[in-house]
């Protein structure tokens, strides 16, 4: 069974830092693109970072272009999303998802985890 895990969440204040983890199971990863997207309260989910199978390319939503930055580590089945000069308009539930093929589009995710949440005070 396939599981995606985040972690690494929680509270900052504006300016601050914060570094997502997912940890990746029951499939194999290295063909897998990744991806994080968020939802913040009343809205929809939405594409935040894309990285391909062996890291080789990356995508990012223009709103953390320059802030964000997507990795993983094939060899230990994981995915990152550093985050630095967060903003309040990032606070949101971040989730992490796994795509068999390239693509920012939420319907070509396969696997979803359960989410962590980031909250950017003030």
């Known amino acids: 069974q396939v599981q995606l895990v985040e972690s690494g969440g929680g509270l900052v204040q504006a300016g601050d830092s914060l570094r997502l983890s997912c940890a990746a199971s029951?499939?194999?990863?290295?063909?897998?693109?990744m991806g994080w997207f968020r939802q913040a309260p009343g809205k929809e989910r939405e594409f935040v970072a894309a990285?391909?199978?062996?890291?080789?390319?990356?995508y990012y939503a223009d709103s953390v272009k320059g802030r964000f930055t997507i990795s993983r580590d094939n060899a230990k089945n994981m995915v990152y999303l550093p985050m630095n000069s967060l903003k309040p308009e990032d606070t949101a539930v971040y989730y992490c998802?796994?795509?068999?093929?390239?693509?920012?589009?939420?319907?070509?995710?396969?696997?979803w985890g359960q989410g962590t949440q980031v909250t950017v005070s003030p």
């Open positions: 029951g499939l194999t990863f290295s063909t897998y693109a």
């Open positions: 990285i391909s199978w062996n890291g080789g390319s990356t």
């Open positions: 998802a796994a795509n068999g093929g390239w693509s920012w589009a939420e319907s070509q995710y396969n696997y």
